[in-house]
């Protein structure tokens, strides 16, 4: 199996940045497409920004020229840049990663975090 444990959230002020990152705790698996996705009260999830493993990226509208995403193919981690933050990016934070796990039968898998909360206020 593979657990996506995130860190980074927290309260920041209009204007300010936080950065989240994300990595998967065990062994025996190769991680492909790594994003971040968002859900704010009452709201449904979306996107926020995609990876692949050769860099190329995808960002919601919302969010270009303000969010970057990278990513540590070495280590399977994947970090996400927000800058000029605003309130309406009040969310809590999903990482998410797609998966070929390794063991006696071979799987492919979606993978969640648990979230991470990003909260923007005065």
């Known amino acids: 199996q593979v657990q996506l444990v995130e860190s980074g959230g927290g309260l920041v002020q209009p204007g300010g940045s936080l950065r989240l990152s994300c990595a998967p705790s065990g062994r025996g698996f190769r991680i492909g497409v790594m994003g971040w996705y968002r859900q704010a009260p009452g709201k449904q999830r979306e996107l926020v920004a995609s990876i692949t493993r050769d860099g190329s990226t995808n960002y919601a509208h919302s969010v270009k020229g303000r969010f970057t995403i990278s990513r540590d193919n070495a280590r399977n981690t994947v970090y996400l840049q927000m800058n000029s933050l605003k309130p309406e990016d009040t969310a809590v934070y999903y990482c998410?990663?797609?998966?070929?796990?390794?063991?006696?039968?071979?799987?492919?898998?979606?993978?969640w975090g648990q979230g991470t909360q990003v909260t923007v206020s005065s």
């Open positions: 998410n990663a797609d998966a070929i796990v390794f063991g006696f039968v071979t799987s492919t898998g979606d993978y």
